[in-house]
């Protein structure tokens, strides 16, 4: 059987029963939908065929066989006026066996103030008015671990498994899951990927008994890449369509992704997207072939404009 069609029956086999089954269990929107990576983000977040850099643990661990030397990334942004802070760490590399990598994500919103009245025993009024109690934030952990080889040569595997830890100020829990991807290339310019986020559903399981379930998302694309010689520079396309992730009403065309990359002499990028709705940009330089610097613009009408910004090292 193609292998891809193997992946897509699994994902089909993996999905979650209904929520009425489990009356325990609340479902849960991942957290890692907000993506990591300035360079992939610029292109819409359709990264899943390209799949090249140390952002590969997140958008495809087949790409970690890709990697030709080590990467250390790290990410930060504020996001929505600054009351979410978002931060990835990823180290990934080559290794006789396959790529290899780990990822460390964190999500936090700080300075939520809890208020209580001044006399809880009375009613609200204007000698008995809401006052600051306490200070109290939410954050989110994510610990991930990847793996990716060639199957054949034009053939990449790779798998990936995330502990996570959430505080949501009123209590903790913990849990984890199982990412599978692929990558097949029919030809050299020309990449199809392939991505089940949460094969095994990730649950995350609270000291008060309760649960959230974040159930699987399939995640296919294509990516297409040719060189410009009159511009000395390399362009890439790319698209993805994510399956089974949940978004809003108006965002209905959240899963359908496209991006764009120019290259100049390897040195300076320039990027388009649109996720859904909303559009994305970017940039990036590279400096001596050490060190890269990638900035994104993501538009958001309804909440905020977010830009992110990354840095790698290579060694």
């Avoid at 200070?135 to 793996?147: I, K, N, R």
């Avoid at 089940?196 to 649950?203: A, E, G, T």
Wanted: one cysteine or more; proline letters at 6%; aromatic letters at 8%.
């Amino acid at each position: 059987m193609n292998p891809f069609l193997l992946a897509i029956l699994t994902f089909a086999l993996a999905r979650p029963v209904p929520a009425a089954a489990q009356d325990e269990t609340r479902y849960s929107e991942d957290p890692l939908l907000l993506g990591a990576g300035a360079r992939p983000l610029g292109m819409g977040s359709a990264f899943v065929a390209v799949s090249d850099d140390a952002t590969a643990i997140y958008w495809n661990p087949a790409g970690l066989e890709r990697l030709r030397r080590r990467e250390l990334q790290i990410q930060h942004a504020e996001q929505f006026g600054g009351t979410v802070n978002h931060d990835v760490f990823t180290l990934c590399g080559p290794s006789p066996l396959g790529g290899f990598g780990v990822g460390l994500t964190r999500l936090g919103v700080d300075g939520v103030k809890i208020t209580t009245l001044e006399d809880p025993t009375l009613a609200p009024g204007p000698d008995n008015r809401p006052v600051i109690s306490r200070v109290a934030g939410t954050t989110e952990y994510h610990l991930q671990l990847a793996f990716g080889r060639s199957l054949r040569s034009n053939l990449l595997a790779g798998a990936g498994v995330k502990l996570v830890s959430r505080n949501l100020g009123t209590g903790s829990g913990s849990g984890f899951g199982i990412d599978f991807g692929m990558l097949y290339m029919p030809r050299p310019d020309l990449t199809g990927g392939l991505m089940i986020r949460n094969l095994v559903p990730l649950r995350i399981t609270f000291d008060s008994g309760s649960s959230d379930r974040i159930p699987p998302v399939l995640v296919i694309g294509l990516a297409l890449s040719r060189p410009v010689t009159a511009a000395d520079g390399l362009i890439t396309c790319s698209g993805s369509l994510s399956i089974g992730e949940e978004k809003s009403a108006a965002d209905s065309f959240q899963g359908v992704r496209v991006g764009i990359e120019y290259l100049y002499r390897d040195r300076l990028a320039f990027r388009l997207g649109a996720r859904g709705n909303h559009f994305t940009a970017g940039a990036g330089v590279r400096l001596g072939g050490r060190v890269a610097f990638d900035l994104a613009f993501l538009e958001h009408g309804e909440l905020d404009n977010t830009y992110r910004i990354s840095g790698s090292v290579y060694f």
